[in-house]
């Protein structure tokens, strides 16, 4: 499965859209794009997931660039309840293990 | 919505014991993936299986073992348990495989070695 990269940490404000990249340069044409979150010891929490056309549900939107080396997930009005740590996880059809790189630690700011 | 269900939620062992955890997946998900996340750590994929069969092995010791039952629950054997087998076991499920392969997660167990 392609590797990924996110920063360590990102802060953003109550009420305000967070915005979250991710790189996968090394991509394969069978490999989606699925973001996942884990509350404070808590299971990791399915977001969503793309192959190359951007994707919208009722948490979240996944933007990913034209040649799919990067994505960005979008929380449109974060929450306190939001903070978490977000992994960016590459991989194809039929895998049987989701590898979680160290992930984004997003905190929300009253 | 029924979520995946792991017993027990909280375990304290000694060293050189031994320790079960179960994994009760979705209704109608056929595969159960177990990870393991120690402390400060990000999870790590352990071994998984697809219609009672191991499908997949990621780096479980040989200490432990699992199987996934008639009624696709699954089980985790963990034997002469170390102090560094102390962590969350996360057990997740997905649906078969025409119906998508996104995993949905369990609270988790955790394991105490003393």
């Known amino acids: 499965d392609a590797k990924t990269t996110q920063p360590p940490s990102m802060d953003c404000a109550e009420g305000r859209a967070a915005n979250l990249p991710c790189n996968h340069s090394?991509?394969?044409?069978?490999?989606?794009v699925y973001w996942y979150r884990q509350i404070h010891s808590q299971g990791p929490q399915y977001i969503i997931h793309?192959?190359?056309n951007n994707e919208t549900n009722e948490m979240a939107s996944l933007i990913i660039t034209e040649d799919r080396k990067s994505s960005t997930l979008i929380l449109p009005h974060a929450t306190l309840r939001d903070t978490a740590v977000y992994y960016c996880?590459?991989?194809?059809?039929?895998?049987?293990?989701?590898?979680f790189g160290t992930g984004t630690r997003l905190t929300v700011i009253p | 919505a029924a979520g995946v269900i792991q017993s027990p939620r909280h375990l304290i062992k000694e060293k050189r014991e031994t320790a079960t955890l179960k994994c009760y997946p979705i209704?109608?998900?056929?595969?159960v993936y177990w990870y393991q996340q120690g402390p400060g750590q990000d999870p790590q994929f352990l071994i998984s299986?697809?219609?009672?069969?191991?499908?997949d092995k990621g780096s479980i010791p040989d200490r432990f073992s699992a199987q996934q039952f008639s009624d696709y629950h699954s089980e985790l054997n963990m034997s002469s348990l170390e102090l560094g087998d102390s962590a969350l076991y996360f057990c997740?499920?997905?649906?078969?495989?025409?119906?998508?392969?996104?995993?949905?997660f369990g609270p988790g167990t955790r394991l105490t070695v003393l």
């Open positions: 997740a499920s997905s649906p078969p495989k025409l119906a998508g392969d996104t995993q949905y």
């Open positions: 090394t991509i394969s044409g069978n490999e989606y």
């Open positions: 793309g192959l190359k």
């Open positions: 996880i590459v991989t194809r059809t039929g895998a049987n293990n989701l590898f």
């Open positions: 209704p109608r998900h056929d595969t």
């Open positions: 299986f697809y219609e009672k069969m191991q499908s």
